[in-house]
């Protein structure tokens, strides 16, 4: 079985400060990484995702993925209470469904 | 319509009962999915339909459970005789083709199921 860890949290980051939420893989072959936003009572959204090793940056959003060490990860720069919610990390599993990890819940404080 | 819609949107339901969740995806989206989400947990795979095909049912936990897409269009999920540990979410998705997991896909607002 193919497994997606993720830090329950809560995580909690001052307002203005980085945010970083980790993720770690146990399948090797796994080439491409998803990560989803879901607010409290509503559905996933998917905010980035990133398929080669190094940094992928997306305004204040950067991915950072290391296959060697199966580990994925999401920084949030200047983070804003509109920040808070549940970040879920996501990877393939064959061509059309993911495997989603437990999710990490964000708090942003003002 | 402009996005996936599920309804209804809380379902309560005593043990032993049957419900029916029905999902409306986005207008010529070919691909379905049904995800459950237990309280505190991320989405578990249940089963996916390619147009009325239903491709891959690997997910569903029991066969108490049944999904159908009869016109490639609206799905229903049906869970027969509901057992307290099916509360959780069950969340709808679709995408507009097959294999688009780069694309994401756009979920449902879900449909939270209760059994007492």
């Known amino acids: 079985q193919k497994e997606v860890e993720q830090n329950s949290g809560p995580l909690s980051v001052p307002e203005g400060a980085i945010a970083s939420l980790n993720c770690t893989y146990s399948?090797?072959?796994?080439?491409?990484f998803f990560w989803y936003r879901q607010y409290s009572g509503k559905s996933p959204e998917l905010i980035m995702s990133?398929?080669?090793?190094g940094d992928k940056e997306d305004g204040r959003f950067t991915a950072q993925l290391n296959k060697a060490s199966q580990y994925v990860s999401l920084l949030i720069r200047d983070s804003q209470p509109s920040d808070s919610a549940t970040y879920l990390c996501a990877v393939p599993s064959g061509t059309y469904k993911y495997i989603f990890g437990t999710g990490t819940r964000l708090k942003v404080l003002a | 319509g402009a996005g996936v819609s599920q309804s209804p949107r809380y379902k309560v339901a005593k043990r032993g009962q049957d419900v029916a969740l029905r999902c409306d995806p986005i207008s010529g989206h070919v691909s379905l999915f049904w995800y459950q989400q237990a309280l505190g947990q991320g989405p578990e795979f249940l089963t996916y339909?390619?147009?009325?095909?239903?491709?891959?049912k690997s997910g569903l936990p029991s066969d108490r459970f049944f999904a159908e897409r009869p016109e490639g269009s609206v799905s229903t999920l049906k869970i027969q005789r509901t057992q307290q540990e099916d509360s959780a979410v069950y969340l709808c998705a679709s995408s507009r083709q097959p294999g688009q997991l780069d694309y994401g896909y756009t979920f449902g607002s879900g449909t939270r199921l209760t059994v007492v």
């Open positions: 399948d090797r072959g796994s080439q491409s």
């Open positions: 339909f390619q147009n009325e095909a239903q491709l891959d």
């Open positions: 990133i398929y080669s090793n």
